[in-house]
């Protein structure tokens, strides 16, 4: 078993990463598996070298060792370009060059409705449609979508935690009508979220991916990417999210809850277990 912890350093850990790491590691421990860290800076608009350090601190404060080298997402900028080329080259993907706003006004055009997916609003097709004449290499001021209607197949995956628990199968014409074309390059990333976990969670030899429930809706993204991709599909384990008392969940804004606070606070690791309702370290 291998699993990982994957967080974004722009900005503090709280209890909800704390849960999710501790949970991470926990299960490779137990399964005398191995527990990787991986950076997801991408956004280096937001990513901080401080949050990064500090996120190792917070790791070993907690008393979690991880195996292997780290993985940081913004030295793999060219193994994102290179899949991007391939999924380009089989005609799956198109240039994008619509603005938050354009979507926003041809989907709610009263023809089309407006509808949204696991990445928000639907794609409502536009530079899709026009973009039949396909130009040799995508413009460098575009975004990359996926072309659902071409990509999308029938898929399935496993989820051994108890929130979702089960085979889930999503069908072709469900990716196509609740998906969507979704980026899959961000104009200033050169990759966006989704390939980038795809392709860092192959990387790695994932075998059990856990993470928060808020991304179960993307795991069937996920999941279609392997298989365009060749990649194996990792079993899923999405855990609850740790809520404030008004049943808010946290975010990385609320610095009331980071970690960090809780040591100057005097707290100890096992006081974080017991918070976030994990079990003491043994
Ligand atoms: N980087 C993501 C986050 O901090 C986690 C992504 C994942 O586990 O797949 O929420």
Known sequence: ??????PSPTGPLHLGHAYSAIFAHDMARK??????????????????????????????????TWDGPILRQ?????????????????????????????????????????????????YPGTCRERGSRRPGTPLPDSALRLNMTRAARDIRFEEICALHKGTHHISRAD???????????????GTSYHLAVVLDDAAQGITHVTRGADLFDATQIHVLLQALLELP???????????????KRLAKRDDARAIAKYREDGATPDDIRRMVGLPASS
């Open 1 to 6: 078993m291998i699993t990982r912890f994957a």
């Open 233 to 247: 599909t990792p079993t899923y384990c999405h855990h609850d999210l740790i809520r404030d008392e008004n049943g």
């Open 175 to 189: 990716l196509i009508d609740k998906v969507g074309d979704v980026v899959l390059a961000r104009r200033e990333m």
């Open 31 to 64: 399964a005398g598996g191995q527990f990787l860290l991986r950076i997801e800076d991408i956004d280096q608009s937001r990513a901080r070298p401080h949050w990064e350090e500090q996120i190792y601190d917070d790791l070993r404060w907690l008393g979690l």
């Open 74 to 122: 913004s030295d793999r900028l060219n193994i994102y370009r290179e899949a991007l080329e391939t999924l380009w080259e089989s005609d799956l993907l198109f240039a994008c060059t619509c603005t938050r706003r354009d979507i926003e006004a041809a989907a709610s055009a009263p023809q089309e409705g407006v509808q949204y997916g696991p990445d928000g609003l639907i």
